[in-house]
């Protein structure tokens, strides 16, 4: 058994004014996404200065969908209750399903501006966004946010204001298959000639099936719970038409050109 290491949320603490290791955490992957796309930028037709307004619309579509979807999936009544709940992000949290919808509604409009197909600029994306789940999901452990359940597996660790019992740190699966292993996969595969909307469909598969496994040993939202038969979550009632769309996708892409001219 592990011993959950004592962080303190809060990163930066002057007076009145605090930064929180969550928030620096979205510092991170954005930093990470600017610089990596970067490099990619010129295999797209992209520039070094259309990339930093593509993370832009994205951050927007992040926080605004993100926010939205977490009222909408996890807080309908509280936000029905106190309509200004939802301006206070501090207050609930974010939902991913809802931050993807807010960066593909921005991507859209970005490939439409720029008259690119839209899966050749999400096949760009796709590999930017990795890190920063992977560093979302670690501030979610310093957070102390994510239990699971109750393991006899070594790594398990006590969940602090839970009781003695180890617990799964789903937190940490989570950082390492949405974002190293997912990271890897996709940057392997992007850096070689392929089709269409293979790495978008790619994206979606993989992340759908790793959140869907970790779900089975994450506790459910507390005022949520199960949603039915004593297992499923609304974290994978939301994965599936993800997966669904990614296996799609894949099959779609093998019928396109390949999308990018390596030299």
Sequence with gaps: ???????????????????????????????????????????????????????????????????????????????????????????????????????????????????????????????????GLGAGRIGNFINRELPGRVTELPWGMPFPGMGPEPRHPTSLYEAALEGAVLFAVLWFVSATPRRRGLVSGLFLTFYGVFRFGVEFVRLPDAHIGYLAFGWLTMGMLLTLPMIAAGVALIAWSRKQPVDVSFH
């Design 1 to 131: 058994m592990l011993t959950y290491p004592d962080i303190d949320p809060v990163a930066i603490s002057l007076g009145p004014f605090q930064v929180h290791w969550y928030g620096l955490m979205y510092v991170v992957g954005f930093v990470a996404a600017w610089f990596l796309g970067r490099r990619r930028a010129p295999r797209f037709g992209l520039t070094a200065d259309d990339v930093g307004d593509l993370l832009f619309y994205a951050a927007l579509g992040v926080v605004v969908g993100g926010r939205l979807g977490y009222a909408l999936f996890y807080g309908l009544g509280q936000w029905a209750a106190d309509p200004l709940w939802i301006l206070r992000i501090w207050d609930g949290g974010m939902s991913f399903h809802g931050g993807l919808a807010g960066v593909l509604l921005a991507a859209l409009w970005f490939a439409r501006k720029k008259r690119m197909a839209f899966f050749t600029l999400t096949d760009f994306v796709a590999p930017l966004v990795p890190l």
